[in-house]
Nanobody, 111 residues
Framework: QVQLVESGGGLVQAGGSLRLSCAAS????????IGWYRQAPGKLRELVAT???????IYTDSVKGRFIITTDNAKNTVNLQRNSLKPEDTAVYYC?????WGQGTQVTVSS
């Protein structure tokens, strides 16, 4: 059974940084890509960053230059370094694999 645990969220002031981590377990098949999603109150879920098995990264325009997605294969984790945070980055962040979703981690950026 696949389990995903997102962590690292919290309250931060605008301009600050936070590093999110997603620990995955129970994965039995190779994953071609992993992404971080976020959902702000009253908004649709949004894919913000993706990393492929080859290490290629893709970012949505609103986070380019501020967010960095990386993986640690030894620890089965996917990380999202988030810099220069803005109030509009406030959301619950998720890192699903396939149809499996964790509980997410809340990030609140104060102005």
């Amino acid at each position: 059974q696949v389990q995903l645990v997102e962590s690292g969220g919290g309250l931060v002031q605008a301009g600050g940084s936070l590093r999110l981590s997603c620990a995955a377990s129970g994965i039995t098949e190779s994953v071609s890509a992993i992404g971080w999603y976020r959902q702000a109150p009253g908004k649709l879920r949004e894919l913000v960053a993706t990393i492929t098995r080859a290490g290629n990264t893709i970012y949505t325009d609103s986070v380019k230059g501020r967010f960095i997605i990386t993986t640690d294969n030894a620890k089965n984790t996917v990380n999202l370094q988030r810099n220069s945070l803005k109030p509009e980055d406030t959301a619950v962040y998720y890192c699903p694999i396939g149809v499996n979703w964790g509980q997410g981690t809340q990030v609140t950026v104060s102005s």
